[in-house]
């Protein structure tokens, strides 16, 4: 049990070193009409934004398959072990199925955008911003919001793991009195 506890701690440390949100996606926030400048610009860059886009995609898909890899590895090797021994005991705790059944919740939905925002990606990168960089900024605008979506989701399973170990404290306390 405490070798365990050990590793979810290395995890968590690992989580916060490696941050979703932070490689830029060469957009403004808000999808205004974008200038003459900044369209020849696209036209120009056309290659290099493209480039550029595949290396962000390289990487979050390196990232997905991380996050991916902890969040099984803490719910099927962490928590749903934990809950089912704490019920065979007869000690078993709300929070504690609470929290397994959001982060599963969770996890499904944060797979579920990565597909979305995967896709727009794809498609965006596939899309030649030289002849048409009104609607390939268009599309890049959308994607980005994809992408937040996705960082949003990863901040809400680091979230709940982090509150996992919490939980398992106050777990750990009341077993000892």
Do not use: H, W
């Given at each position: 049990m405490k070798n365990k506890f050990t590793i979810i701690l290395l995890l968590f440390s690992f989580v916060n070193v490696v941050n979703f949100t932070t490689i830029p996606t060469f957009a403004e926030e808000?999808?205004?009409p974008i200038s003459e400048e900044k369209r020849g610009l696209i036209s120009q860059n056309c290659g290099t934004?493209?480039?550029s886009l595949k290396n962000l995609?390289?990487?979050d898909s390196r990232a997905r398959t991380y996050f991916g890899a902890?969040?099984?590895t803490v719910s099927s090797k962490y928590i749903t072990p934990l809950n089912l021994r704490l019920v065979k005991n007869n000690l078993s705790s709300n929070s504690l199925?609470?929290?397994q059944t959001n982060i599963a919740d969770t996890r499904t939905k944060f797979s579920s955008d990565f597909i979305d925002y995967s896709k727009s990606l794809e498609e965006l990168i596939s899309?030649?911003?030289r002849l048409n960089p009104d609607e390939f900024?268009?599309?890049l605008v959308t994607t980005r919001k994809k992408r937040e979506t996705v960082a949003s989701d990863v901040k809400k399973l680091n979230d709940l793991l982090i509150s996992s170990v919490k939980i398992v404290e106050q777990i750990k306390e009341k077993t000892n009195d």
């Amino acid at each position: 049990m405490k070798n365990k506890f050990t590793i979810i701690l290395l995890l968590f440390s690992f989580v916060n070193v490696v941050n979703f949100t932070t490689i830029p996606t060469f957009a403004e926030e808000k999808p205004t009409p974008i200038s003459e400048e900044k369209r020849g610009l696209i036209s120009q860059n056309c290659g290099t934004i493209r480039q550029s886009l595949k290396n962000l995609q390289r990487a979050d898909s390196r990232a997905r398959t991380y996050f991916g890899a902890i969040y099984e590895t803490v719910s099927s090797k962490y928590i749903t072990p934990l809950n089912l021994r704490l019920v065979k005991n007869n000690l078993s705790s709300n929070s504690l199925i609470s929290l397994q059944t959001n982060i599963a919740d969770t996890r499904t939905k944060f797979s579920s955008d990565f597909i979305d925002y995967s896709k727009s990606l794809e498609e965006l990168i596939s899309f030649d911003c030289r002849l048409n960089p009104d609607e390939f900024y268009s599309k890049l605008v959308t994607t980005r919001k994809k992408r937040e979506t996705v960082a949003s989701d990863v901040k809400k399973l680091n979230d709940l793991l982090i509150s996992s170990v919490k939980i398992v404290e106050q777990i750990k306390e009341k077993t000892n009195d």
